[in-house]
């Protein structure tokens, strides 16, 4: 067994809603289950991008407590922020997805290249 394997909550077991999309609350839990690999990567190394990454998932899940009902996905937090205007305000819950997709994006590319053999961290990154 790997540290995937046993994870508890994985982005591959969450269930799209039909035409509603990405459930917040599992989102958000498999995101925080990410957290331990960074602390394993090198907690000094990946310090800036562990500290970016749940600061975006806190931003998000700030939003999501305000009215989990209203807020049960994503797109229906982005559409909120859109239809009222902060969707571009910074530390809006629309920017920290935006960012947190994107740290997402990069550590999966970053462990492909360790999983596919590159053993030199800098390479790899």
Known sequence: PTFFSVMSNR???????????????EFLESCYAIVPVLDKLGPTVFAPVKMD??????KINQKFITNKEEFDTLQKIVLHEVNTGVAQVRNSATEALLWLKRGLKFLKGFL????NGE????TAL
């Open 11 to 25: 982005f591959s077991d969450i269930e799209l809603q039909e035409e509603e999309g990405i459930p917040t609350e």
């Open 119 to 122: 053993k030199n961290i800098q």
């Open 53 to 58: 990454f749940v600061g975006n998932i806190k």
């Open 112 to 115: 492909t290249e360790v999983k």
